[in-house]
């Protein structure tokens, strides 16, 4: 069984320029979430999307943004880059939003921001 | 607010030798607590997870967490370790404190356990 995926592995941007990571959750999983994995700040949620509606979302700036696709799939956008923006963005999938439901995670999207 | 604290932010043991890694949280409300790895360049891979029932979870690579509610912690142990396990261990908490329709993870900062032969 595939994992979850995600793409590309490495993305390099500048200050202001747009970013989009995209995630493949593992097959017959319906809920994805977003975490940001920054450098002194750890592991932070992002947003949780499941069956296409955003359900939830962290304490990040609206620039943040994303959508699922009807296969599941997920895109993550960020707009307008700052360089505090330079993490590791980690997708994960479960079976169902439930609480309680295991989140497995991708190997992330290490993006940096010159 | 929620949280989980790791008291210990890097745990040097020698190879063959039993660890501890602990973790506490905060919260008045039900959890379900889970321990990930990260090695190196990777991403998080879930070691177990205690959703109820025994308190006593058992998960993968010879990894076991203690759930106790009245001191609200969660440590991982492993009765003997080798150089593999080297690697970054983040505990989480996930509950219905947002008004049940979540599933978001609350993380710990991390403990690096370093094994040295």
């Known amino acids: 069984e595939a994992g979850v995926t995600q793409s590309p592995t490495h993305l390099i941007k500048t200050r202001g320029q747009q970013a989009t990571l995209r995630c493949s959750p593992i097959?017959?999983?319906?809920?994805v979430y977003w975490y940001q994995q920054a450098l002194g700040l750890g592991l932070q949620f992002l947003l949780w999307?499941?069956?296409?509606?955003?359900?939830n979302r962290g304490n990040f700036p609206p620039r943040f943004s994303g959508r699922q696709f009807p296969n599941y799939s997920s895109e993550l956008n960020v707009n307008a880059l700052e360089l505090e923006d330079s993490a590791l963005y980690l997708c994960?999938?479960?079976?169902?939003?439930?609480?309680?439901?295991?989140?497995?995670f991708g190997d992330g999207t290490r993006l940096s921001i010159l | 607010a929620q949280s989980v604290t790791q008291l210990d932010s890097q745990v040097p043991v020698f190879e063959e030798a039993p660890v501890e890694l602990r973790c506490n949280y905060s919260?008045?409300?039900?959890?379900?607590l889970f321990w990930y790895v990260q090695y190196p360049n990777q991403g998080l891979q879930l070691l177990l997870k205690?959703?109820?029932?025994?308190?006593l979870v058992k998960g993968i690579n010879g990894f076991e967490a203690e759930f106790n509610k009245s001191q609200t912690s969660f440590h991982l142990r492993k009765p003997s370790v080798h150089i593999s396990d080297t690697a970054e261990y983040f505990c989480?908490?996930?509950?219905?404190?947002?008004?049940?329709?979540?599933?978001?993870?609350?993380f710990g900062t991390g403990t690096l356990l370093a094994v040295q032969p």
């Open positions: 994960a999938s479960s079976l169902e939003g439930g609480s309680g439901q295991p989140q497995h």
């Open positions: 097959s017959g999983h319906t809920s």
């Open positions: 999307y499941d069956e296409g509606e955003e359900r």
């Open positions: 919260s008045s409300v039900s959890v379900y």
């Open positions: 205690y959703l109820s029932g025994s308190t």
């Open positions: 989480a908490v996930s509950g219905a404190w947002d008004g049940g329709a979540t599933n978001k993870l609350i």
